[in-house]
């Protein structure tokens, strides 16, 4: 029979909710929205100011190599076509919204199965435009 644990002073339940619970969801990277300060056209890709400041008010760190889906450059690709030259659904100053990748990206191509190099899991180095939030 498993013995009873006691906690009288609320340590562990403490620690548990107010340390490891938010030091494990800060390293859990999700969505965050940012301003796209530079775009590749010809390969899809684009570098993305975050919006939000770190906790000294510092800007965080470009996210560079953010997949450009189909979804969006197609758009802008067939628009163009349609001769409606002054619409772009995304370019430099876009506001987007950024998702990462549930498990690295390295040796993906953008087409078929890939080998994983790596454990690594919601990374900043694998982030994808998910939206344009502002054109």
Same mark, same amino acid.
């Given at each position: 029979?498993?013995?009873?644990?006691?906690d009288p002073k609320n340590k562990l339940s403490d620690f548990l909710t107010e340390e490891l619970i938010p030091m494990i969801?800060?390293?859990i990277n999700c969505h965050i929205v940012g301003r796209?300060?530079?775009y590749d056209k010809s390969?899809?890709?684009? /570098?993305?100011?975050?919006?939000p400041l770190q906790s000294d008010k510092d800007k965080r760190a470009a996210l560079t190599e953010c997949v450009v889906p189909a979804s969006i450059w197609q758009t802008d690709e067939a628009m163009v076509a349609?001769?409606?030259? /002054?619409?772009k659904k995304m370019k430099v100053g876009?506001?987007?919204?950024?998702?990462?990748c549930d498990r690295e990206m390295d040796?993906?191509?953008?087409?078929s199965n890939y080998q994983l190099e790596s454990k690594r899991m919601h990374s900043l180095q694998d982030p994808v435009v998910e939206a344009v939030v502002k054109p």
């Amino acid at each position: 029979m498993p013995k009873k644990v006691s906690d009288p002073k609320n340590k562990l339940s403490d620690f548990l909710t107010e340390e490891l619970i938010p030091m494990i969801q800060a390293a859990i990277n999700c969505h965050i929205v940012g301003r796209v300060i530079s775009y590749d056209k010809s390969r899809h890709v684009c /570098d993305v100011q975050p919006l939000p400041l770190q906790s000294d008010k510092d800007k965080r760190a470009a996210l560079t190599e953010c997949v450009v889906p189909a979804s969006i450059w197609q758009t802008d690709e067939a628009m163009v076509a349609l001769k409606a030259p /002054d619409y772009k659904k995304m370019k430099v100053g876009s506001v987007v919204w950024i998702g990462y990748c549930d498990r690295e990206m390295d040796n993906w191509t953008g087409s078929s199965n890939y080998q994983l190099e790596s454990k690594r899991m919601h990374s900043l180095q694998d982030p994808v435009v998910e939206a344009v939030v502002k054109p």
